[in-house]
């Protein structure tokens, strides 16, 4: 009997939680198209902020507080603190990193989405590097797009980079 009342009150319990307000709206095409591209100028918005004022200042403005990055031969680096003390202790005067995002998705709650797309690393004395990155984002208590997760490789081939000019020239017809 004792089972029985301690089940009907957790029961309850969850029934009580499942009338808060609730908001059943049907999202639709359009809402996720317009939640895409919210998440996509967001990342063109981050590339930016890297040409003009540094990889540095771009990335740490653009982390959540329990952001992580993932780095080739290096551990994660987790927590706005630490990004900002591993990326200051590689100062970014002598480069230029920029990227373009190809593709993003976001869930239908709005709350977290990610994108993908390529990166150029202009380094300062001729050398240049391409890749591919993905950043998993979540929004903020401000609702503003926060990256949670980061990450790069490097080594676009030159048959890759002719299939991302495509990619690149679709992407600018789509935004006109």
């Not at 005067?93 to 998705?105: A, F, G, N, Q, V």
């Not at 503003?144 to 490097?154: M, P, T």
């Amino acid at each position: 009997m004792k089972n029985l009342i301690f089940f009907a009150i957790i029961a309850l319990g969850f029934s009580a939680c499942d009338k808060g307000e609730h908001h059943h709206h049907k999202v639709t095409a359009e809402m996720m198209d317009s939640m895409r591209n919210d998440l996509l100028k967001t990342d063109i918005a981050f590339s930016k902020l890297s040409e003009e004022k540094g990889r540095n200042a771009a990335f740490v403005e653009y982390a959540a507080d329990n952001a992580t990055m993932l780095r080739p031969f290096s551990r994660p680096v987790t927590g706005r603190d630490s990004l900002k003390a591993m990326l200051n202790a590689h100062p970014d005067s002598l480069y230029k990193l920029t990227w373009t995002p190809i593709s993003s998705d976001v869930a239908k709650s709005g709350e977290i989405g990610f994108t993908y797309g390529t990166y150029a690393l202009e380094i300062k004395g001729g050398e240049h590097e391409e890749g591919t990155y993905a950043t998993v984002w979540h929004k903020d208590t401000t609702k503003a797009w926060k990256f949670i997760l980061d990450s790069g490789n490097e080594g676009l081939s030159a048959g890759e980079k002719a299939e991302d000019a495509k990619v690149d020239a679709k992407l600018a017809a789509t935004k006109k």
